[in-house]
């Protein structure tokens, strides 16, 4: 298949590439990056028209043009390309496509134009659930922003598909990879929380009991908005609290210069 050549808008370069057997933007300054990048994970909704790597292209294309930013916006496969049948097979898929964010992570941190210690992490509904996982091993993540993400897989997936084998034992064998056992282990870097008043998906305790596991430091900020969180205050604050959090001389900065010393 051809190349498509990348595109310019707004300050910005965009690529469509192919990372990890799957389709994804990069974006970039035109003038190069400037040491902080991003990996932005999407939502999960076949039906709306951004439930896909396209959903914070608007967003990754600004950083870059203000802020400097490189970002990758990689395309989801589990569940976007295949359901969830059973506990066995939803665990080797969980870490399947976590694995693969991690490559996504190996391509931003090997760039020239970024520095290592200093790349944020976004992720929406099951792309915050994953990134939680991420996170929690990769330590090249210096601060992350979850998006109305479910302390549980099963919280998802017993509802809405067709699980096989027992309920509880369903739960049981995904404890390990759900987000509520992980997300303590972001600390202490910087963790910022999304979440909907008006989410008809995730209750308001279900969002309470993901933040009271994690660590400090921490914030959680909820928005007059619907599960799909299209609110601007909510970017706004995503982007004040990654510009906060990945500057030169914010918490990984601090390290990085610690670390030299």
Known sequence: MKKQPPTERDGARIHDIRVADAEAYLVEPIGGGRGPALLLLHWFDTEA?????????????????????VSI???GLFPWAGDPTD?????RRIRAEVARYGMA?????????????RIGLVGHDFGGMHGV????DDARIAAAVVIAATPRWGDWFLPFWRIDGDRFEYLRTLSDVD????????????????????????????????HRAAGEPKEMRAYDAD????????????REFLVRTLSATGPAGAARAAAAD
């Open 49 to 69: 028209p951004d439930g896909n790597r396209t959903q914070f292209l608007d967003e990754a294309v600004e950083l870059a043009r203000d802020e400097g930013f």
């Open 73 to 75: 916006l990689p395309q």
């Open 87 to 91: 506990a066995t097979a939803d665990v």
């Open 105 to 117: 992570l190996d391509h931003l941190a090997q760039r020239a134009d970024v520095d290592a210690s």
């Open 133 to 136: 996982l991420l996170a929690a």
């Open 179 to 210: 987000p509520i056992s992980r997300v303590g282990d972001l600390a202490p870097r910087p963790l910022l929380l999304q979440f909907a008043r008006n989410d008809f998906f995730i209750a308001a305790m279900a969002g309470m009991e993901l």
């Open 227 to 238: 599960h799909g969180l299209r609110d601007a205050q909510a970017r706004a604050d995503r």
